[in-house]
């Protein structure tokens, strides 16, 4: 049984500031537990704008405070996502958030990330695998 807060992880390897400057995470569940998926606390910056595509993860956002404009860069259509609402990437779609307040949502990753991926020019996080314990 794992029990972490949070809390824990803030300032640690875990908690992850954006090279962009417009996000942080705190990974409080990564690819090293072995559990097959990766769980984090995201906050999008008030202001931002970040492009971002995961072509190589599913990924499932439930927005816990702030408002946000979510494109579909793809489609061209926008949702409003606001406290209670979660979006779900089942389709690796190419997209566009921007808060408008900061943003604080729980991210759930499928494959689980390590923990050192970051976006590339193209906003797609790299493939890295691991399963060793923390």
């Known amino acids: ?42 906050i999008l910056y008030a202001g931002t704008e970040t492009s971002m595509w995961y072509a190589n993860h599913i990924e499932a956002v439930l927005c816990v405070e702030g408002e946000a404009e979510l494109t579909n860069d793809e489609t061209g259509e926008k949702h409003w996502i606001t406290p209670g609402t979660m979006y779900l990437l089942n389709g690796h779609e190419k997209h566009t958030m921007r808060p408008k307040t900061d943003f604080r949502c729980v991210c759930v990753f499928n494959p689980p990330i390590t923990g050192r991926e970051d976006h590339d020019e193209n906003g797609v996080y790299p493939l890295i695998t691991e399963t060793e314990e923390a």
Do not use: P
């Open 1 to 42: 049984m794992i029990v972490r807060s949070f809390k824990d992880i803030e300032d640690t390897e875990r908690h992850i500031k954006s090279k962009s400057g417009t996000w942080e995470s705190k990974r409080i569940v990564l690819a090293r537990e072995g559990v097959g998926f990766s769980l984090h606390e995201t």
